[in-house]
């Protein structure tokens, strides 16, 4: 230890100014603050599915504790996990995937990072949806990648125009994300709009990453993936995971599914970084898709209910206008007609009317004009934010 009292300046590495958060995170801080000082607070700003998980998925876990899951395992993930996961996507997918294509991963977010650590070199370009989950841009730019945003436009129910990604795509290229349904504006892609896209990339050698990490709670029809369109099987790359389907937000288990080279690749990343995924998690996740499926059912369809409650109160509320989602449990409201730029009228509600809400421009660019309101809460405390809301905008507006 220094006894000279020397503070030396913290030299981080020129990289570290290209990375982003998550704001969803920092908000929840603010609002938690407030709550010591004793306000009382709506939490709508974090994405997390408020039910507890499955009975049995807890079950299946304290039993591979009891049974001796707390060891090192393969860093591409347990066997036995592995099998079921290309169990899973081959059946819902509709293509034949193996266990050597699946990579087992703490959480989502991985497959995001390590894909982009693999596959995108200084100056590559990399298309990504804007309003978007924040991640993708920061990871982007961390690796010294350009990032292009596709504009997601509200005249569209917020779902990608392929003309204008057409319009993106250059001999730079090298990775297109895909969102669906979509973080923040619960759009879903249409299997005319994927076909289509999958038909513009054509024989390019242009990867995708397909975030399908809501595909369960889609509430209407069935999701469709660029992973089961003809030829472009070994370009494509598909996330997915635990949290959102199965409530297992903080069990951090996620997947990625890949052609095998690229999956040995991706392997090597989690070797470096988190050696392996625990154990007796693994083992619950097995049961999640082997165990009953009802409760992910209950669950997709009440975002469905409280998605509609939300903004049935919101439309009625001068200044505020709102579509229905068509998955996932976000709301993306329209508030041009208040006046407001999106950061301060969070703000502003949170300190005011002690709602946590997260601005659009958390989302990229092209989120400005709008909040993201979470509805992973009872009808009953969103009826209050409703009630909160509505207050607020009578005595402000």
Known sequence: MSTTGLQHELLLARRMGHLGTETAFEVLSRAKALERQGRKVVHLEIGEPDFDTPPNIVDAAVTALR???????????????????????????????????????????????????????????????????????????????????????????F????????????????????????????SVLSRRDIERTAALIGDRNIMVLSDEIYSRLQFEGEPFSILSVPRMRERTILLDGFSKTYAMTGWRIGYGVMRSDLAAHITRLMTNSNSCTASFTQMAAVEALRGDQSAVERMRSEFERRSRTFVEGLNRIPGFSCLMPHGAFYVFANITGTGWKSKPLADTLLDQAGVAALSGTSFGQYGEGYLRFSVANSIEVLREALDRIGRWARENL
């Open 67 to 157: 049974g001796g899951w707390t060891h090192y395992g393969p860093s591409a993930g347990q066997p036995e996990l592995r099998l079921e996961i290309a169990r899973y996507v081959s059946r819902t997918r509709g293509v034949e995937v193996t266990p050597e294509e699946v990579v087992v991963v703490p959480g989502g977010k991985p497959i995001i990072f390590f894909s982009m650590l693999a596959l995108i070199d200084e100056g590559d370009e990399v298309i990504y949806p804007n309003p978007g989950f924040p991640i993708y841009e920061s990871m982007i730019e961390y690796v010294g990648g350009k990032a292009i945003p596709v504009r997601l436009r509200e005249e569209r129910n």
């Open 159 to 186: 779902a990608m125009d392929v003309d204008d990604l057409a319009s993106l795509i250059t001999d730079r290229t090298k990775l297109i994300i895909l969102n669906s349904p979509q973080n923040p504006t619960g």
